[in-house]
């Protein structure tokens, strides 16, 4: 690779397969080409989260994430800098955080639902790129995810994808699918997709 950092963002909606598309996309890369940033083990505290007018907690807003610390974890990386970060257990008390060590590399990968929506993330990135999923899919992947993965009851799940979900998505991530480098259909499969990104990322 070329330069010292290659900085690449992936966003996408909740449920478009962002988890899926990045663990593929790291078996192209050994650890010491290759440093994924998430913004999922940035969430705040629960204390710290906002409540809709009905009292639930609304995880799906760019207040949910710590947004500072993140940018500044991606400078530190950018400085040659290794960053130690516990992973984010999305409030599953049968889950044990694990500790996750970012060490710096040729080519950075930032993900997250919000990262385009950040102005100063933004900047950083030398390529973007959006994964792409119909509404009625990501709703049908959000169901089984939060059943299986973290415990929520159909009616939790369908009410925070109407009222916080869908609402954020509009908001906060749409708009930038407009503006990115790549988009990535992910309805069914998304391997074209990854190997025009693989291909594209090993040259620079």
């Known amino acids: 690779m070329k330069q010292s950092h290659y900085t690449v963002g992936i966003s996408g909606a909740s449920g478009s397969g962002k988890t ?7 078996q ?6 290759i440093c994924l940033v998430s ?4 969430y705040r505290p629960a204390q710290f ?15 949910a994430l710590d947004l500072d610390l993140y940018f500044e974890d991606v400078q530190k990386l950018w400085q040659g800098l290794t960053v130690l970060r516990p ?5 599953n008390p049968e889950r044990k955080a694990r500790e996750i060590v970012m060490r710096p590399a040729p080519l950075l990968l930032v993900e997250g ?3 385009f929506h950040e102005e100063r993330l933004r900047q950083m990135l030398d390529l973007k790129v959006f994964i792409d999923v119909e509404d009625h899919i990501r709703l049908k992947r959000r169901i089984l995810r939060d059943k299986e993965e973290r415990g929520y009851d159909l009616d939790d799940v369908l009410y925070r994808y109407e009222y916080h979900v869908f609402p954020a998505y509009q908001q906060y991530i749409a708009p930038h ?3 990115c480098d790549l988009v990535i259909p992910n309805n069914h499969h998304f391997e074209k997709g990854l190997a025009v990104l693989v291909a594209f990322c090993k040259c620079n």
């Open 39 to 42: 913004l999922d083990n940035y």
């Open 177 to 179: 699918r407009y503006t």
């Open 87 to 91: 992973e984010y257990t999305f409030n």
């Open 20 to 26: 899926s598309f990045l663990n593929e996309l790291l």
């Open 49 to 63: 989260q906002t409540e809709d007018k009905n009292g639930i907690i609304n995880f799906d807003v760019p207040q």
């Open 113 to 115: 639902l919000y990262v």
């Open 28 to 33: 192209y890369f050994s650890p010491e080409q």
